[in-house]
């Protein structure tokens, strides 16, 4: 087991937040989640405690095994820790390569079923560590096209059906107890080699599922490519995880038996085929009350995601701030519109505090009311660095925080190129923008994502999404988009408001200094878009 592995199974209030995890920290009193868990790119442990812990006293608090050593795959250790006799393993095509790794095939010159010989190339996987906790990968795989289903050269009849197991050491605890199996070499490949053979399977196949959410994955795939060939699936007792664990751990004599038991009661499985998530018919989801999305100012900002954008200097700040202070009032916002009245969540991260007490000064206008409902912060770690798991724990902290505003998201945003993931840009903001909408969803509240336009940035002349810097997820995984545009010698400005929940539409803003700031003119003319 892996020292991450090791740590979240110590700790709790494990909750996934971003790549990493947060929970309480064992080496303080911590009621309210404070500890960040990652695990870097060489597998070490990335902690931070946000009340103080150190690495050290952090890891003091809690058990983690040494590494194993692996010296190498034998035949002999390989027997050992599956618990199969190594005749048997030789029996079945396993042998030394000479450089401590076991060689393990996936094809054969001649492969028989029924009455059809088919030709195949052989190819090798290789076995390089036991168990893969001393940072040496498990496997790795010789030149050759795609591999087979492990097995298929084994000379045993199918009339009575047989098991598809995810791996080769699955299989080979099934044929030790003389049940016909074949292993498929991950996964991620079951359709795609259920696919190929299916016609040279038999009428009934069980399905052998490991208990985690691979398994579950593994076991609704194959269900669906076997269709009415699947008869129910293999599933080990607690506590094995795998059917391999379940034989080591009972002994082979009572797997033997256990395990045709087990498959008398697979027999019993409801095989009709169950989705991933659920499927709405449009008559059911016409039918359905669901309620709309809660609006903190009606018209221009729902709960969810909202990015306003703008070149630097157009007032971006100036508007993020008037709404903020509205809604922490219940009072009009831009002058006119009727804002919910709620809590807000400032992380001011750009200017310092002088600059931004002159702001406020400036929203307050002529009659201020500065209170206890809007919580300012001038500094905050980025996304990356505990910076979510922090918001999430305010959140959780304080449910009456309604509103969240990030100013600017620039500073907010995840330091390490690796963060995150994703093939490339747009799939990595993709991820991105989807951690910002979980938070959005979990807590029922609005986040405010102050951000830039392009370097180019063409005015109105080009479709406002298309300025928003970055590529098209950040505009389109956006809940809202807010579009500011000011000319630079003028106080006056114009903001698109367009998105899932709301009308699309153009106000014009006149900026009024020592008044509120930004706010719609006496008759505001509101455009369609």
């Known amino acids: 087991m892996s020292d991450i592995d090791q740590l979240l199974q110590q700790l709790d209030k494990v909750t996934k937040s971003g790549s990493g995890w947060v929970a309480r920290c064992p080496a303080h009193e911590d009621t309210s989640p404070s500890l960040s868990i990652n695990e870097g790119c060489d597998g070490k442990l990335l902690l931070k405690c946000h009340a103080g812990c150190t690495f050290e006293e ?27 006799d190594r005749h048997l393993l030789f029996k079945w095509g396993i042998t030394e390569s000479g450089h401590d790794r076991l060689c393990i095939p996936f094809y054969d010159v001649k492969v028989s079923l029924g009455k059809e010989s088919l030709l195949v190339v052989r190819r090798t996987k290789f076995r390089l560590s036991l168990h893969g906790k001393s940072g040496k990968p498990k496997y790795a795989w010789g030149k050759g096209k795609d591999a087979h289903p492990y097995g298929l050269w084994q000379p045993v009849t199918w009339d009575q ?32 080699m259920v696919s190929k053979w299916i016609d040279h399977l038999p009428a009934k196949v069980w399905v052998a599922v490991d208990q985690d959410d691979v ?22 007792p607690e506590p094995y995880k795998d059917i391999c664990a379940w034989m080591k751990g ?16 697979a027999h019993k499985v409801d095989t009709a085929f169950t989705p991933a998530h659920r499927v709405w018919t449009l008559k059911e989801l016409m039918a359905t009350e669901i309620e709309a999305p809660r609006l903190i100012i009606p ?16 007032g971006k700040s100036m508007l993020a701030a008037n709404l903020a202070y509205a809604h922490s009032l219940g009072s009009k916002a831009l002058g006119s519109l009727q804002a919910e009245k709620g809590k807000v969540l400032y992380l001011d991260l750009e200017p310092s505090e002088y600059v931004a007490k002159d702001r406020w000064d400036t929203i307050m206008g002529d009659d201020p009311q500065p209170n206890d409902d809007i919580e300012i912060c001038f500094e905050w770690d980025r996304m990356d660095e505990g910076g979510l798991a ?19 998201l620039s500073l907010f945003w995840p330091v390490d190129k690796n963060a995150y ?27 405010i994502l102050v951000h830039h336009t392009k370097k180019m940035n063409m005015g109105l002349e080009m479709d406002p999404l298309n300025q928003i810097s970055g590529t098209n997820a950040m505009g389109g995984k956006a809940d809202t988009v807010w579009f500011l545009w000011r000319q630079r010698d003028m106080q006056d400005g114009r903001l698109l408001v367009t998105g899932k929940s709301i009308e699309e ?25």
Do not use: C
């Open 250 to 265: 009972v002994g082979l004599e009572k797997f033997k038996v256990d395990v045709r038991e087990a498959l008398k009661v």
């Open 58 to 84: 952090i890891l003091a608090s809690v058990t983690l095994d040494k590494p194993v050593a692996d010296n190498g795959v034998t035949l002999d250790n390989f027997s050992e820790y599956l618990g199969i």
């Open 505 to 529: 539409r153009w106000l014009d803003l006149q900026f009024r200094p020592g008044r509120g700031g930004w706010a719609l003119p006496p008759n505001p003319m509101m455009v369609m878009a």
């Open 299 to 314: 018209g221009v900002l729902p709960s969810g995601v909202t990015i306003l954008v703008g070149s630097p200097k157009a």
């Open 421 to 447: 993931g994703g093939e490339n840009a747009y799939h990595r903001e993709t991820k991105i923008m989807q951690e910002f909408t979980r938070v959005s969803r979990i807590y029922d509240a609005a986040i």
């Open 161 to 192: 059906g047989l098991v598809l197991a995810e791996g080769e050491t699955d299989a080979m605890a099934l044929w030790s107890a003389g049940v016909p199996a074949l292993g498929i070499p991950g996964a991620s490949m079951v359709s795609k």
């Open 390 to 408: 922090q918001l999430e724990a305010h959140l959780r902290h304080d449910a009456d925080i309604s509103l969240v505003v990030i100013d600017l």
């Open 215 to 236: 398994g579950s994955g593994f076991l609704r795939d194959a269900q669906a490519t076997l269709g009415d060939k699947f008869r129910g699936a293999l599933a080990p």
